[in-house]
């Protein structure tokens, strides 16, 4: 059974304060990595794929990155917008995800 | 942009009600889900659906039913909602790996 487990569970941060989210997996058959960012009483926002160790991508403050068995979400110099809860899910052979708890971050003006 | 929209933000039903969130997608994304969300749960599959007319289990289907009719709308259905079934409901679409949200509906049930 896949499993996704995400920490810390929630993160404040001052404002310009870097810091990173982690997501370790356990999963056979890794078909990619996923980020997401959810907002108070909405839905789940697309942010970041990962296929394979070693790939990295970025947008904005965020950079996530890949190993066998974790990923980590950099928050770089953040701003009290990037306020939310991160999610991270796995995907194995077919296209269901598994989601992690989630991490969230405060970030104090 | 992808566009996943859901019937109700919010509603508020009685035990023993039927129940119907309605989702639907302009994308022509061959691939639909069903979450719910709960505090310490996180998000988890309900049901899944991969064509038209086409369906299957996910993690947690006890209580609920789908119907996929058009492939641009997936319905799931609480046959007998129950006071366990309060809860938020995500719907996703994919093309292929990647799933896009839509805003969650809330469900009280009472």
């Known amino acids: 059974e896949d499993q996704v487990t995400q920490s810390p569970e929630a993160l404040r941060l001052q404002e310009g304060e870097s810091s990173s989210l982690n997501c370790s997996y356990t999963?056979?058959?890794?078909?990619?990595l996923f980020w997401y960012r959810q907002d108070p009483g909405k839905g789940p926002e697309f942010l970041f794929t990962?296929?394979?160790a070693g790939e990295e991508k970025e947008k904005e403050r965020l950079k996530a990155t890949l190993t066998k068995k974790e990923s980590f979400l950099h928050i770089t110099a953040p701003k009290p917008e990037d306020s939310a809860t991160y999610l991270c899910?796995?995907?194995?052979?077919?296209?269901?995800?598994?989601f992690g708890a989630g991490t969230t971050v405060t970030v104090r003006a | 942009d992808v566009k996943v929209t859901q019937s109700s933000r919010y509603l508020v039903k009685r035990t023993g009600e039927k129940v119907f969130l309605e989702c639907v997608q302009d994308m022509d994304h061959e691939n639909m889900f069903w979450y719910r969300q709960d505090p310490g749960l996180g998000l988890r599959l309900i049901y899944f659906s991969y064509d038209v007319k086409m369906k299957e289990k996910g993690d947690i289907p006890e209580g609920y039913s789908v119907s996929r009719e058009k492939k641009e709308r997936f319905s799931l259905i609480l046959e007998s909602a129950s006071t366990n079934q309060t809860s938020m409901y995500l719907c996703a679409s994919s093309p292929h790996e990647t799933q896009y949200f839509g805003p969650g509906t809330r469900l009280l049930v009472l």
């Open positions: 899910a796995v995907q194995a052979g077919d296209y269901k995800l598994s």
């Open positions: 999963v056979s058959g890794l078909r990619g």
């Open positions: 990962l296929y394979s």
